[in-house]
């Protein structure tokens, strides 16, 4: 792939991007893969990318509904971490965060990590105790992690409201040091590039309508550019799994909820680290344009549709400014929303199902975005062996009938459990 030089660029900007050439091919559907992957987002890429660069098996088509990037992996708040307190979790996003470390070079594509840092805020004696045993299960893990007296809060941040009349008094704090950022868009582009290079089929505008099925086995897909064979299949469709799913029989213990971010207008640099919250619902973080970043809640209903009520983006605005007073000053400058498959414990479903040759990616809840490298290292050892990766098996699908769920907060997929 040709690489641009600041004149190549300038070139490009004044004459309409022209002469550019395409990171990746628009490829056009051929009879049959070894594998269909439905979803080109960051999961679905990235599994394309290890399956070719890893096992070895090229003859790979990610098909997209729409354009690449274009749902839940251009559609959330970037951030990257492994500190949850379930080893399961904390085990499975730690072999993730490794990955992010090293991403750029792997994939020769800038993805923008940024490891300034992901801190929870506790509020009460009872706060902290959680994250004492949230820290204390990541270290014996080997997994960083540091709680933080009222004294080290105010001076990482200075500007969120130490004083004890606060609305969410601040009693100290977990930070993952390691923990960041990303740029959810470069992802998609480098896992995509970098697929495209080792000889997968990228296929945009191919909508799955139905799957091929010879008794309990999935041999292909229908889709609106025909049919396509498929020696495996798998689903990574973020929100849109439960449809998807539907299509071939399956029903999911999911159910998929708006969820909604916002971004200000970019100022100077006032927000250090990730700031999220053991008892609330709300993060911030500010973007590499100097945007402040936050979300919330969950609309708490099934929807499909990416727009949300306002009444939920209020919500997480009263959070973040009791929590940083500062953020009242600025001008909110534009909003968005993703749909999440949030499962019925608040954990991942990737794996095998009840039908031969077809496989799932899904029910990510909250963190799709902070998984993509370990879900597309371990789906993909899945697709290439038949066997769950490791790190993995903890969230097959049938885990719900064996009654071993996954539930880091033992209340399932509430607004607290990100």
Same mark, same amino acid.
């Given at each position: 792939m040709k690489e641009y030089s600041a004149l190549?660029?300038?070139?490009?900007?004044l004459t309409g991007h022209k002469h550019w050439r395409p990171a990746w091919r628009d490829a056009t559907p051929a009879a049959s893969y070894d594998v269909v992957i439905i979803g080109g987002g960051g999961h679905g890429l990235a599994t394309a990318y290890y399956l070719a660069s890893v096992h070895g098996i090229r003859n790979v088509a990610v098909v997209e509904k729409s354009w690449i990037g274009g749902g839940n992996t251009g559609r959330n708040t970037t951030l990257v971490r492994s500190n949850y307190r379930l080893k399961p979790l904390h085990d499975f996003f730690e072999f993730?965060?490794?990955?992010?470390?090293?991403?750029?070079?792997?994939?020769?594509?800038?993805?923008?990590?940024s490891p300034r840092g992901a801190m929870f805020l506790g509020h009460s004696d009872a706060d902290m105790t959680m994250l004492a045993q949230r820290g204390d299960a990541m270290a014996a893990s080997g997994i960083d992690a540091e709680l933080l007296t009222r004294d080290q809060v105010a001076k990482l941040e200075p500007l969120i409201d130490m004083s004890r009349s606060a609305r969410f008094p601040v009693e100290g704090a977990l930070i993952q040091r390691r923990g960041g950022t990303a740029r959810h868009d470069a992802v998609a582009w480098g896992y995509a590039r970098g697929a495209d290079r080792l000889g997968v089929d990228i296929i945009q505008n191919c909508e799955v309508t139905g799957f091929v099925r010879e008794g309990n086995r999935i041999t292909g897909v229908e889709t609106t550019r025909g049919r396509i064979a498929a020696g495996r299949t798998a689903i990574c469709v973020a929100g849109h799994s439960g449809h998807v799913a539907g299509l071939a029989g399956l029903r999911l213990p999911i159910e998929s909820q708006t969820l909604q971010a916002l971004v200000t207008e970019g100022v100077k640099p006032m927000v250090a680290s990730v700031v999220m919250s053991q008892?609330?619902?709300?993060?911030?973080?500010?973007?590499?344009?100097?945007?402040?970043?936050?979300?919330?809640?969950?609309?708490a209903w099934p929807s499909y549709a990416r727009r949300g009520q306002p009444t939920i983006v209020e919500h997480a605005i009263a959070q973040a400014m009791a929590i940083m007073p500062a953020l009242s000053r600025l001008r909110m400058l534009r909003t968005w929303s993703g749909v999440t498959d949030m499962s019925f414990d608040g954990a991942p479903i990737i794996g095998t199902t009840p039908l031969d040759g077809l496989f799932l990616n899904g029910g990510w809840c909250y963190g799709g975005f902070k998984a993509t490298p370990a879900s597309g290292w371990a789906f993909a050892h899945t697709l290439a062996t038949g066997t769950p990766h490791?790190? %993995?098996? @903890?969230?097959?699908?049938? $885990?719900?009938?064996?009654?071993?769920?996954?539930?880091?907060?033992? %209340?399932? @997929?509430?607004?607290?459990? $990100?």
């Open positions: 190549s660029l300038l070139r490009g900007a993730g965060l490794k990955l992010w470390e090293h991403l750029s070079d792997e994939l020769n594509y800038n993805v923008m990590f008892s609330l619902h709300c993060y911030i973080s500010q973007s590499d344009k100097g945007g402040i970043v936050m979300g919330g809640d969950p609309d490791p790190l %993995v098996a @903890p969230f097959a699908l049938d $885990r719900f009938e064996r009654g071993a769920t996954v539930d880091e907060t033992g %209340v399932g @997929p509430m607004p607290n459990h $990100r």
